[in-house]
């Protein structure tokens, strides 16, 4: 459904993203896990086309998107809810603006940029069975989410980005065997 290859992203003068790969396929839950200024956010950014990407492939549905703007992408099917957007502190109907929003287009995939920050544990719960409906419903999620206890909880599979690259990809309980991923996303 989403393939993203040899991304290189750029702020300002930064490079952020490295040759960033990663794939999301029909209904699946995929987490891109990392600590703060790994390139989470970088990475969603970019595939939103919120940010232009010097090179590097967006391909959605079979179809090369990279040059398309982020109108575009949301019309063809690509949700997305922003980082901090304060929606979730109870999970209130009322709260939820981001995610109806970006389910309004009837989406394929839906870009979730830290969803469950500062959320207490019981909410993070309802918002992972929120998670599992709207994949249930066929859409696909890809969520950039610093917490690998709280990713492990709702991904199909992840990926560990740190310093712009992807440095692991795979199920959740592999990543908790990894000590490389463990020591860098715990820091």
Known sequence: MLEVQHLNTFRGPAHVLRDLALRVGDAETVCLVGRNGAGKTTTIDSIMGLLPVKSGTVTFNGRDISKLPAHERALGGIGYAPEDAGIFPDLTVAEMVAIARALTLGPSILLL????????????????EAAQRIKAMGVSLLIAESNL?????????????????????????????????????RG
Not at 113 to 128: C, H, N, Q
């Open 113 to 128: 940029d830290e969803p469950f920050e500062g959320l207490a544990p019981v909410v993070v719960s309802r918002f992972i």
């Open 149 to 185: 206890m709280t990713a492990s909880r709702v991904a199909d599979r992840l990926y560990a980005i740190d310093r712009g690259e992807i440095i692991f990809e795979g199920p959740p309980a592999r990543a908790f065997e990894n000590l490389e991923v463990m020591r860098t996303i």
